[in-house]
């Protein structure tokens, strides 16, 4: 069974940084794109990067290139999303999400309030 | 404009169909596009529901009723999502998404009240 954690979630005051974490189980983690999207509490999806299966190619948002950066350990089944100067209007769920063809696969997110 | 363009909300009986509509902004072509749709409900992350791009590709995941099918209107540039025999388990927020100048583009959502 496709598994997908987040972790590394809460408050932060703006400008500060956070990093999240996901851990996959259940599939060969290294064959996959892999991606991160947020949602804002009472809002529709917005993707925030993805990366490739090798850590080679990466795509970000237009809002958050420059303050975030996505990354993966493939040895540990898990990615990454280093998130700095934070914003206020970066506060939502983060869900990770495998990316076969489009997002077949969510975690169930972790909730970031960037508040002060 | 935004890239894709959903009805915030639409509301259908028990037993009708529903058509959740997909429109692309008007310079890019849906027939170029794969068109994925995703389910939301309260409190739980989305749900992958089925992609289409024409009737030679399309894709829907395992699980997903036969009620749920993808098609396209190339007159209104849209991609649409059709649910038949609705039933009160399909109220939900429905998202459409593209992949869009090396992006990832999601519609605002539609959320569907069956009543």
């Known amino acids: 069974e496709v598994q997908l954690v987040e972790s590394g979630g809460g408050l932060v005051q703006p400008g500060g940084s956070l990093r999240l974490s996901c851990a996959a189980s259940?599939?060969?983690?290294?064959?996959?794109?892999m991606s991160w999207v947020r949602q804002a509490p009472g809002k529709g999806l917005e993707w925030v990067a993805n990366?490739?299966?090798?850590?080679?190619?990466?795509f970000y948002v237009d809002s958050v290139r420059g303050r975030f950066t996505i990354s993966r350990d493939n040895a540990k089944n898990s990615l990454y999303l280093q998130m700095n100067t934070l914003r206020v209007e970066d506060t939502a769920v983060y869900y990770c999400a495998r990316e076969p063809v489009g997002f077949d696969s969510w975690g169930q997110g972790t909730l970031v309030t960037v508040s002060s | 404009q935004a890239v894709l363009t959903q009805p915030s909300s639409l509301s259908a009986s028990p037993g009708a169909s529903a058509s959740l509509t997909c429109t692309l902004r008007s310079d890019i072509n849906v027939g170029t596009y794969r068109i994925y749709w995703y389910q939301q409900k309260p409190g739980s992350p989305p749900q992958y529901l089925l992609r289409y791009k024409s009737a030679s590709d399309n894709h829907q995941d395992s699980g997903v009723p036969s009620r749920f099918s993808g098609s396209k209107d190339a007159s209104a540039n849209a991609g649409i999502l059709l649910i038949s025999g609705l039933q009160s388990e399909d109220e939900a927020d429905y998202y459409c998404?593209?992949?869009?100048?090396?992006?990832?583009?999601f519609g605002g959502g539609t959320k569907l009240t069956v009543l």
């Open positions: 990366v490739k299966q090798d850590g080679s190619q990466k």
């Open positions: 998404m593209i992949w869009h100048s090396s992006a990832w583009v």
């Open positions: 259940g599939f060969t983690f290294s064959s996959y794109w």
